[in-house]
């Protein structure tokens, strides 16, 4: 099987690819504390620049484009203030500055802009959805406050405290059982996370390095490879992002060169590629990631993409996605195509990944313990966490991880009226659900850098609990998976920081990012309706998820219902022994894990748009730059897009504090 780990007294054949992303980085031997008074200011610096530049950048350019930029702006002035200073910023304190600003980019609350429009959107209304939504989730469109365009009124109360309970409530059990599932795979079986380190060296790319270059006067590689990026992000940014705000603030109307989000030609390609939603995203971060980004990933993600752009004409053809008609664009297609066969096909294909996944498990765990009863005592002898490191007790994991679930079942059966269904439902998945995927998802974040999921598991559990209504839908469930945090440990281990200065961060942080993101999500709604032509990858994507949301939610109302038609059983079947016959295919064939993973990432309804941009930087990075700098590529194009993403959000962020400036002025009356 691709995912085999030998015992650790036998050497096998590995993928080349993956050994090569297991050896990047080596943990120190020393571990220091990163938060320290520089991190509190960072954290008020956070939430009061980077918090309303990420909530803008989200709604104009996507989600996909803030978390990175705004990570990099905050950590090179950072180290830019502190050079000033004379003095220099340790590694520890620069991921915890990296950490910060990830951190905010899940601000709870710019949730209620989406919020806000769900309740009054088309396809929530004309599914019977927006009527029925809980007032503890949203008011009813004939608030006063859709008026005035704000959360600071008493109709958002009950919706603002429900929002506080699950911030505080997730990160406590996304902390705790991260650390633990990470106890697990790291430091007892020891998985090589081999993404772990990409993220690592970027963090690591603005680190003082003096005997990297003796003869430049203590200006590392790092520093010249990321000012490369950060030009190419200034230029770029400029255009892309910079000038349609500007030109909005001065003219009335944004200005736009490339198109935001994407080109879209669905409706040309559509005589040749019926059912087929074609594109072209402008986005030259597209191609930089393709160059960070495994290349056999990206290899199978390109073939995964061709077999859907082959087989919706067929399916078209023999009447399966039969909804579409020429003339829909890219969101009316991948709707249709959703209902008519998609939904179903990919839920069969993440059964695949998600057994997989589960059997790989179990064949580790049964070959760890033969290992150990072969080795006897001696084999537990370097499972210990390393000294300093900040651990805690594993007794504690548990209980907390119990007390927090418990309390998270208690209010959601409270708001349902205790529902006996919706109980035993949010029983299952908080105590047995949760703990097992996050589990299965951290050894796989060990040996391949993949997230697995379980699909449908929530939807088809309140479907069979015989609740009667939607207001379940917008539960505060005790379901997660916390297998990714085990990247986050695996990368403070990496840089030698303390994991108590997580925690600290989090405690500290966590406040302050609550009270300034609702802060300035209520800004900016003020500023212009949400979606509008203002912010165009809102007005082009939430309808898009407007319309699939409605899908699912309109299953419990006890009509008719949408779901009914998208939900093929005979489709899942297909997904899943398509996916099952696709892993057995390439073990078979030793393909590179990473090319497996692509293959199913590409294959259903991904979109041309962000593919073929990410595949042509994947084939430059591989066939020029690779080929120019050797092995060193793998070490500079992190260094790069890190680089590339803070130029892209330092001029995002200036030019929106032009936007802000503008929209806050007051008008005098003489």
Known sequence: MIFKKSPPETKSRQD???????????????????????????????????????????????????????QWVTVILFIEAARRAQQNLRKAEIFILFFMAGTAMSMPFTGLLWNQYYVQSEPAIAAGIAENIPYWWAPQPESESFLTRTF????????????????????????????????????????????????????????????????????????????????????????????????????????????????????????????????????????????????????????????????????????????????????????????????????????????????????????????????????????????????????????????VTLIYVLVCGWLIDWHPGVMVVLIFLGFFYTPLISYVTARLEGIAGQVVEIPMIREASFILSGYRGVAVWFLPVPIANYGGMTVLYRQAELTGTKFTSIWKTQLILYPIILASSMLFASFIWGLAPIPSATYPFAEVMWELNALNTSIIQSSTIGEYSIFEDALDFGNIGWGTGFGLALFWFMGVAHAPVFLTYGVVRGLGQSLPHMIIPQFIGALIGR?????????????????????????????????MGIKFLSSAAVNLPF
């Open 16 to 70: 080349r690819e993956l050994e090569e992303f297991r050896n990047l980085m080596k943990p120190p031997g020393t571990f220091e504390e990163g938060f320290n008074w520089t991190a509190l200011f960072g954290a008020f610096f956070i939430s009061m620049i980077m918090i309303p530049g990420a909530i803008y950048m989200g709604l104009l350019a996507g989600e996909a484009n803030i978390g990175p930029a705004a």
């Open 152 to 403: 600071f009124h008493l109709d958002w109360l009950p919706v603002i405290g429900l929002v506080l309970f699950q911030a505080f409530f997730s990160q406590l059990n996304s902390m705790v059982l991260g650390y633990g599932l990470f106890r697990m795979t790291s430091d007892v079986e020891k998985l090589p996370f081999p993404m772990a380190p990409i993220g690592a060296q970027g963090i690591l790319a603005l680190a003082e390095d003096p005997d990297d270059d003796p003869e430049r006067k203590g200006t590392s590689w790092r520093w010249r490879v990321f000012s490369i990026g950060g030009a190419l992000g200034l230029g770029f940014g400029t255009i892309y992002l910079g000038l349609p705000i500007i030109t909005e603030v001065f003219a009335g109307e944004p200005i736009k060169f490339l198109d935001i989000p994407w080109t879209d030609t669905s409706g040309t390609t559509a005589p040749i590629l019926p059912a087929v939603a074609t594109g072209l995203s402008w986005d030259l971060g597209n191609l930089l990631i393709g160059m960070v980004l495994p290349f056999y990933a990206m290899v199978g993600s390109f073939v995964g993409l061709v077999v859907t752009m082959v087989g919706n004409p067929v399916l078209y053809h023999f009447g399966v996605l039969d909804s579409w008609v020429p003339g829909d664009d890219t969101v009316q297609t991948v709707f249709k195509n959703n209902v008519d066969f998609y939904l179903s096909f990919q839920i069969g294909i993440s059964l695949a990944v998600a057994i997989v996944g589960i059997w790989q498990v179990v064949k580790a765990i049964r070959a760890r313990l033969a290992h150990r009863r072969r080795e006897g005592p001696d084999a537990l002898s370097d499972i210990a966490p390393p000294e300093g490191r900040g651990d805690i007790r594993p007794g504690f994991i548990l209980v907390c991880y119990f007390v």
């Open 623 to 655: 066939y020029y730059f690779q080929k120019r700098l050797g092995v060193k590529w793998r070490q500079y194009i992190p260094v790069v897009t890190a680089g590339f993403a803070c130029g892209t959000g330092l001029i995002t962020t200036a030019c």
